[in-house]
């Protein structure tokens, strides 16, 4: 987790520079290394503390958002605009998700 999240501002760095036209990678590696951070990141935090607590239904929509944020990569001139629409679409289910019955939430 803290990993990922020291990864993000890199992936941000290196999109800047290939904008710049300083950096020679491709435009797939570009947007990786801004989707595969994100991706990883809310995977751990739903791993580690929000999967207890929601039912199956929207545990597999948090899985079915991550999976779309890694293959926003395939794509990589709206990667990075779907990684973004798709982390708000997440914390949208997050907040409307029901709990389960004897799980702690505070609000």
Known sequence: MFAAAGALP????????????????????????????????????????????????WNAAVVVLVAAILASVAVPDVSLVATALLVAVIVVVLEVAERRPGARHTR
Do not use: K
């Not at 999109?15 to 990786?32: C, E, I, N, P, R």
């Not at 801004?34 to 039912?55: D, E, G, H």
């Open 10 to 57: 890199a992936g941000i760095e290196v999109a800047v520079s290939a904008d710049a036209g300083q950096a020679d990678l491709s435009h797939a590696t570009v947007a990786a290394t801004i989707a595969v951070p994100v991706a990883l990141f809310v995977l751990a935090i739903w791993a580690l503390a929000l999967r207890p607590s929601l039912s199956p239904g």
